[in-house]
């Protein structure tokens, strides 16, 4: 059984900065991507950063280009999203997203797993 769970979100001023972690457990492929995606209500999710964890290749949302950096530490079994610069635009619930690959980093609906999500408020 796969598990996702995150943490992390919190309330943050307009420039400041947040590290999101996903926790996981149960994966079981060889080869796998893990990513992030926000989702305000009523609106798709978007993809905001994915990484392949065979080779360590990244994918940035245009959005957040240059602010916001995924990595891992597989020793740790823990996905995270530092998050700088954030904007009001940021405010979303977040949740982090594993699927065997390859996976479109911004197509929702080809990733496998889930988490329950954690809540990023921004203030201007």
């Known amino acids: 059984q796969v598990q996702l769970v995150e943490s992390g979100g919190g309330s943050v001023q307009a420039g400041g900065s947040l590290r999101l972690s996903c926790a996981r457990s149960?994966?079981?492929?060889?080869?796998?991507?893990m990513g992030w995606f926000r989702q305000a209500p009523g609106k798709e999710r978007e993809g905001v950063a994915a990484i392949y964890t065979h080779g360590g290749s990244t994918y940035y949302g245009d959005s957040v280009k240059g602010r916001f950096t995924i990595s891992q530490d597989n020793a740790k079994n823990t996905l995270y999203l530092q998050m700088n610069s954030l904007k009001p635009e940021d405010t979303d619930m977040y949740s982090c997203a594993a699927a065997a690959c390859p996976v479109n980093p911004v197509v929702a609906g080809q990733w496998d797993y889930w988490g329950q999500g954690t809540k990023v408020t921004v203030s201007s």
């Open positions: 149960g994966y079981t492929y060889n080869s796998y991507c």
